[in-house]
């Protein structure tokens, strides 16, 4: 898929405060530094579209951006971040689920994990959360492009193996680097797919 154009369209602190326009939404979550924006830059091609840190708990509210004036990239608020209010840490931010279950332009998650960890506890209970809640995901390991091409399969590996140990299919799986710019063209196109259904 070209990207025409990526505009920033507005940030929601509240579900109530989402556009709701209609136009579908594909979304981007994950722990807090796993490189949500840094991806969604990467995608559109705008290096300062999405705000980056390598200071975790930077995106803090829901960030739409609207892509060829047809749809949605949506930049969530990392979870996992130790140092946001306990309300917060324990779980994921009524924001993050209010969204999740409540967007009704909502038409894809992904999600994000490194891909130089091994499966960790949170993003596995999140992942339990989105069956339980019926929302279609994938998984995005991020940052390959800090690992070797060996340990990076066999991370890969380990996770489906991991997922497996629940799920009885496996969900999209992409590889992705932002630094590299690796993984564009597999997202872009299962975005054009979902879009072409
Ligand atoms: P929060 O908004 O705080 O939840 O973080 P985020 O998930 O949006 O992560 P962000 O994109 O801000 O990136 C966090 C740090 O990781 C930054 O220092 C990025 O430069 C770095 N980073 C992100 N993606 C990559 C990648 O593909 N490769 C490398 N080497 N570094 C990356
Ligand atoms: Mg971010």
Known sequence: MNISSAVFKCSSQKVSQ????GLPEFAFI????V????LINMLTGRPALAKVSGTPGKT??????????????????GYGYARVSKDQREGFSKLITG?????PDLYFLFVLVDSR???????MQFITFLGENGIPFGIVFTKTDKLTPGKLTSNVEAYKKKLLE????????FLTSSEKKQGREEILDFIGMCLAE
């Open 30 to 33: 994950g722990r807090s530094n």
């Open 18 to 21: 989402i556009p709701g326009d």
């Open 99 to 103: 969204y999740i279950c409540k967007s």
């Open 35 to 38: 490189g949500k924006s840094s």
């Open 60 to 77: 803090r509210l829901v960030n739409h951006f609207l892509v060829n004036g047809q749809w949605y990239l949506v930049d969530l608020p």
């Open 117 to 123: 960890l091994e499966p960790q506890k949170i993003d």
């Open 166 to 173: 629940s799920w009885e299919e496996l969900p999209p799986v």
